[in-house]
C-alpha cells in the first residue's frame, strides 16, 4: 500500500506542479509584455542597445515571481484536482485503499516548495536583480553623459542634471575644430558660478565606478546677486554701462554682477555628485530579508524599511504555503450549480485578503519587533491551513465523485 501511495502521490504531485509552473509562466509574459515597452524607452533613451533592454527585462523578471507563484497554487492546483477527480484517478487510488489524506500531503508539499521558492526569488534574487537594474541604467546615463559633453557634434550639446548644466560647444569652421565646455553651477542664495574650459578630458571609471572630468585651464566666474538700494547708480548697482539701454523697469529683473573672478588653472571636477550612485545598503528595497533581519534595526531608518519590506516579503510567502490546500478546499466545493462555478473565484480571493491582512501585519510588526515575526506568520499559517483541512474533510467524499467529466 505505502509503494502505491507514493507512486500515486508523486504523480498528483508532478500533474499539479506542471499546472503551477504553465501559470506561473503565463503571468510572467503579461507582466514582461506591460514592462517591456518602459525599459525599451529607458534603456535605448540612455543609449542601450537591445541586449541591455534584454537583460534588464530579465532582471525585471522577479518583482512579480512571488505574486504570480501565489495565484498560480491556487489555480495551477484547483484545475490539476479538478482534473484527477474528472479522470477516476482519486476513485482509483480511494478504490486501492488510499486514503483522501494524499492530495492533502501533495498540497503541502507544493506548498512547501512554494514557500521556499518565493522567499528565495522575492527574499534574495529579487533584492540583488534590482540593484543589478539600477547599476546597468546608471552605467548607461553616465557614459550617454560624457560622450555628450566630451564628444559634441556640430553646435551646442546641453544636458542639466541635478541642476547642473553642462554645456558643449563645437566650433567646426575652424582647423582643428574649437571645443569649449561650460559648466553652470549654482551655489548658494544669490550666487552661482559658470565655470569655461577650452581643454579638458575624461578620466575613468576608477576601481569604484566613479568618472572625473579634467578641465586643464579654466577661467570661473562667480556670480552674486546685489540688493538695490533706492537713488543708487546702475555702476553702483553692480550692473554694467552696456544695461544703460535697458528700461528702467527691466533692471530690477537682471541679476547683479559685482563680483568677477578671472583665473588659469587646472580644476578638476568630479561627477560623482551630479550621477550619483547610491550604495545597496542605502535602497532599503535592495537588502535581501536575511538582511533587513539582522541588521534592521541597526541601520536607522533605511534598515526600518528594509525590515517592513522583508515582513511583507515573509508574509507573501506565507500566503503562497496556503495557496495549495485553497486549491483543494475549492476543488471539494466545486460541482454543479453557481456555487460550484464561483469556488475558484472566491479561493482567489480569500488567498488575496489572507495576502493584504498579513501583508499589513507583518509589514508594521517587522518594523517595530522582528522577533515576533516567525510567530505571527505561523499562527496565521496554522489558523488558515486548520480552516481549510476542517473544510476538506467534511467534504471528502467529493474528490471521489466526477461533475459530468467536467474539468
Known amino acids: 500500500m505505502r ?4 507512486l500515486a502521490a508523486r504523480s498528483l504531485f508532478a500533474r499539479v506542479l506542471g499546472r503551477v509552473v504553465l501559470v506561473v509562466a503565463i503571468i510572467e509574459v ?9 525599459i525599451l524607452e529607458e534603456v535605448l533613451g540612455n543609449g542601450g542597445n537591445l541586449l541591455y533592454a534584454l537583460a534588464v527585462l530579465g532582471l525585471t523578471s522577479p518583482e512579480i515571481f512571488d505574486f504570480a507563484l501565489a495565484l498560480a497554487c491556487v489555480i ?6 479538478v482534473a ?6 482519486l476513485v482509483a487510488l480511494s478504490a486501492a485503499g488510499v486514503s483522501w489524506g494524499l492530495p492533502v500531503r ?16 522575492s527574499g534574495v534574487i529579487d533584492p540583488l536583480a534590482r540593484n543589478a537594474t539600477r547599476t546597468v541604467i546608471f552605467q548607461l546615463k553616465s557614459e550617454l553623459l560624457f560622450s555628450r559633453i566630451t564628444g559634441p557634434s556640430e553646435g551646442t550639446l546641453v544636458e542639466t542634471i541635478r ?16 571645443e569649449s565646455l561650460f559648466v553652470h553651477q549654482p551655489g548658494e542664495a544669490g550666487r552661482w558660478r559658470v565655470t569655461q574650459a577650452a581643454d579638458w578630458k575624461l578620466a575613468g571609471p576608477d576601481e569604484e565606478g566613479n568618472y572625473s572630468l579634467g578641465l586643464g585651464r579654466v577661467i570661473a566666474y562667480d556670480f552674486v546677486r546685489v540688493e538695490t538700494r533706492e537713488g543708487a547708480g546702475m555702476l553702483r548697482q553692480g550692473r554694467g554701462p552696456n544695461l544703460f539701454a535697458v528700461g528702467r523697469p527691466d533692471v530690477a529683473n537682471i541679476p547683479a554682477l559685482p563680483q568677477v573672478k578671472v583665473e588659469n588653472v587646472s580644476l578638476p571636477v568630479s561627477l560623482d555628485n551630479i550621477l550619483n550612485h547610491a550604495l545597496r545598503s542605502d535602497v532599503a528595497e535592495e537588502w535581501t530579508v536575511f538582511e533587513a533581519l539582522s541588521e534592521g534595526q ?13 515582513g511583507e516579503r515573509l508574509s507573501r510567502a506565507i500566503a503562497v504555503f496556503v495557496a495549495p490546500l485553497l486549491a483543494l478546499l475549492a476543488c471539494v466545493f466545486a460541482g454543479r450549480g453557481v456555487f460550484g462555478f464561483l469556488s475558484l473565484p472566491v479561493a482567489c480571493g ?24 516567525a510567530i505571527v506568520g505561523l499562527a496565521a499559517a496554522l489558523l488558515v491551513l486548520l480552516v481549510a483541512l476542517a473544510g476538506i474533510r467534511a467534504r471528502a467524499a467529493v474528490l471521489l465523485r466526477p461533475v459530468n467529466e467536467r474539468a
Not at 495551477?76 to 484536482?81: D, I, P, Q, R, S
Not at 536607522?300 to 525590515?307: F, I, N, S
Open 3 to 6: 509503494p502505491l501511495a507514493s
Open 30 to 38: 503579461v507582466f514582461l509584455a506591460e514592462k517591456l515597452t518602459g
Open 76 to 81: 495551477g492546483g484547483y484545475f490539476a484536482f
Open 84 to 89: 484527477a477527480r474528472e479522470e477516476r484517478e
Open 106 to 121: 501533495v498540497a503541502l508539499s507544493l506548498g512547501a516548495l512554494a514557500f521556499l521558492a518565493s522567499l528565495a526569488v
Open 163 to 178: 541642476g547642473r548644466t553642462f554645456a558643449a560647444l563645437s566650433d567646426t569652421s575652424v582647423t582643428p575644430p574649437h
Open 298 to 310: 541597526a541601520a536607522g531608518e533605511t534598515g526600518r524599511e528594509a525590515l517592513k519590506i522583508a
Open 350 to 373: 480569500a488567498l488575496l485578503a489572507f495576502d493584504i491582512v498579513l501583508r499589513g501585519a507583518l509589514g508594521r510588526l517587522a518594523a517595530d519587533q522582528p522577533q515576533a515575526l
